[in-house]
């Protein structure tokens, strides 16, 4: 009595159902089919003659031979999947339907593998498309100087801007950013860098922006309408902080 293959633990082994692709279409093999459902080969042939003698057109016949046997070649047929779900129909046995449906499912999934887009393949003895290639990676490498030549000059600019002292009111450093003004009110509004006090029009710098060294407060003195002197205080941008922002916006610096 021979015994079924069974895994490390224990459990018997099941085969994976094996087809295979030519030429965009899907086929299994007779002595795979017959291995996979524990069926004699010759069983397998005998069926599937009596489908072509039916006027089924879903086989095709083939040859093989066994090291065991020398030259001598024995029969076999492939079998589109329509021609392998009618040959299953009369497989019968405890497993036979969750087999078929095992099979089944390996046709579909390499059918599907073939509906997906394959990249053109490219012919790289042909001298236009290798002028094609060296061309194009030319263009990429200048592309990567140019980028690589704005990167250093941005960060040129923003060691010196980090470097230097002073600070700039919120216009200046608007068109520093190549920004709007109000854009640039908007932007730092949003992100509580500055906010206004109930009836004051000067926008004032968060404390904790101030702490950072981003922003700053500059105290001037003006006269109002009735001549008399007052003291303002409006909010300033730092170099520190222009770099800051500068990187939350992730835009070049003019």
């Known amino acids: ?59 095709g016949e083939g040859f093989y031979t066994l090291p065991a046997t020398g030259s001598q070649q ?13 040959l299953s129909m009369g497989f019968t046995g405890k497993k036979a339907l969750r087999w078929k449906l095992r099979y089944i499912d390996a046709f579909e ?11 053109a393949m490219i012919d790289y003895s042909d001298p ?31 060691e010196r801007l980090e470097a230097a002292t002073g600070s700039m009111c919120l216009t200046d ?21 500055i906010f206004k006090r109930p009836g004051n029009k000067n926008w004032l710098a968060y404390d904790d922006k101030r702490r950072a060294g981003y922003l700053e407060h500059d105290d001037h003195l003006y006269l109002d309408s009735e001549r008399r002197e007052r003291v303002s205080t409006r909010c ?3 170099a520190k902080g222009l770099v800051k922002i500068a990187e939350l916006l992730n835009q070049p610096l003019n």
């Open 173 to 193: 450093a608007a068109k520093t950013l190549n920004m709007r003004r109000d854009d640039f009110i908007r932007f730092l509004d949003g992100r509580k860098w």
């Open 74 to 86: 024995h029969r076999c047929f492939e079998m589109d999947r329509r021609g392998f779900t009618i």
């Open 109 to 119: 999934a390499m059918e599907a593998e073939l509906l997906q887009p394959r990249p």
């Open 128 to 158: 236009a498309v290798m002028l094609g290639v060296v061309n194009h990676l030319q263009a990429e490498n200048a592309k990567k100087d140019e980028i690589i030549a704005e990167q250093s000059v941005q960060v040129k600019k923003l």
């Open 1 to 59: 009595m021979s015994l079924a293959p069974v895994q490390g633990n224990g459990v018997p082994f099941e085969q994976e159902p094996i087809v295979f692709q030519r030429n965009g279409e899907v086929f299994a093999n007779s002595r795979d089919v017959a291995s996979f459902f524990e069926k004699r080969h010759d069983h397998v042939i005998r069926d599937i003659d009596k489908l072509i003698g039916e006027g089924l057109p879903n086989f």
């Open 236 to 238: 300033m941008v730092t």
